[in-house]
């Protein structure tokens, strides 16, 4: 009679199958939201996401000039946050800080909406907010739900507001309440289907994280953690 099969081992080869078929690099927005970060910093999140053929670097608006002329002519785009973390200063604040990243050449720009209305029902004021932006600002919107600290009823209002608004993503979380989990991605898609992009963030630290959140449904993983992952899948399937 043949050895029962090692459970174990089942696991390993469907994990390094996984790691084989998807392909993380062009998915993953390298990130470094760090309040200390410096130039040097920011100029070595640059060259790396360009060695590795991620998708994005994700800094403060800050640092968009220099991540902009770091990248200049290059494939990797230039991404900043609006309304980072809390999304809570005002409408005309957003605006301008979207809009002065805009004149500073940034490529995506990652919008915190407002979630104290979003949480008093206020969906209007949300929706003018997220949809005045944009309109004038012509670039790929991914608003951030930070769906961490909603309700299942709010995660859903929020998605719909903003896919109504005209955003080009939803985005999980900002990473400072708790990150991306493969229940609200799915969720996140079966709100928005196929006519949206779906960014999870925070928390994503492993090959296992990405795939599974991947798997789920996201086309965007914001990470700090973008060349550990690429390495360590690189090993798992060597």
């Given at each position: 009679?043949?050895?029962?099969?090692?459970?174990?081992?089942?696991?390993?080869?469907?994990?390094?199958?996984?790691?084989?078929e998807i392909e993380l690099?062009?998915?993953?927005?390298?990130?470094?939201?760090?309040?200390?970060?410096?130039?040097?910093?920011?100029?070595?999140?640059?060259?790396?996401?360009e060695r590795y053929g991620?998708?994005?670097?994700?800094?403060?608006?800050?640092?968009?000039?220099?991540?902009?002329?770091?990248?200049?002519?290059?494939?990797?785009?230039?991404?900043?946050?609006?309304?980072?973390?809390?999304?809570?200063?005002?409408?005309?604040?957003?605006?301008?800080?979207?809009?002065?990243?805009?004149?500073?050449?940034?490529?995506?720009?990652?919008?915190?909406?407002?979630?104290?209305?979003?949480?008093?029902?206020?969906?209007?004021?949300?929706?003018?907010?997220?949809?005045?932006?944009?309109?004038?600002?012509?670039?790929?919107?991914?608003?951030?739900?930070?769906?961490?600290?909603?309700?299942?009823?709010?995660?859903?209002?929020?998605?719909?507001?903003?896919?109504?608004?005209?955003?080009?993503?939803?985005?999980?979380?900002?990473?400072?309440?708790?990150?991306?989990?493969?229940?609200?991605?799915?969720?996140?898609?079966?709100?928005?289907?196929?006519?949206?992009?779906?960014?999870?963030?925070?928390?994503?630290?492993?090959?296992?994280?990405?795939?599974?959140?991947?798997?789920a449904g996201a086309n965007?993983?914001?990470?700090?953690?973008?060349?550990?992952?690429?390495?360590?899948?690189?090993?798992?399937?060597?």
């Amino acid at each position: 009679m043949p050895p029962s099969a090692n459970p174990r081992s089942h696991d390993l080869n469907s994990r390094s199958q996984a790691a084989a078929e998807i392909e993380l690099a062009p998915l993953i927005d390298h990130t470094l939201l760090a309040p200390a970060a410096t130039t040097d910093h920011i100029l070595k999140l640059c060259d790396e996401a360009e060695r590795y053929g991620f998708a994005s670097v994700c800094v403060y608006p800050v640092h968009v000039p220099t991540a902009v002329e770091r990248l200049y002519d290059k494939k990797v785009k230039v991404c900043t946050v609006i309304g980072f973390p809390s999304g809570a200063t005002t409408a005309k604040v957003k605006l301008y800080e979207a809009q002065e990243a805009v004149e500073n050449g940034v490529g995506e720009l990652d919008v915190v909406i407002n979630l104290g209305w979003l949480k008093m029902g206020e969906a209007n004021r949300v929706h003018q907010e997220i949809a005045t932006i944009v309109e004038l600002c012509d670039r790929p919107i991914k608003a951030i739900l930070e769906t961490t600290i909603l309700t299942p009823a709010e995660k859903q209002l929020a998605a719909e507001i903003c896919l109504d608004a005209g955003v080009d993503f939803l985005k999980t979380s900002t990473g400072w309440q708790g990150g991306a989990t493969v229940e609200d991605v799915k969720l996140l898609r079966q709100i928005g289907g196929d006519r949206i992009g779906i960014k999870a963030s925070g928390g994503i630290r492993t090959v296992e994280d990405a795939i599974a959140l991947v798997q789920a449904g996201a086309n965007r993983l914001g990470t700090s953690r973008g060349v550990d992952i690429i390495k360590l899948q690189a090993e798992a399937v060597s």
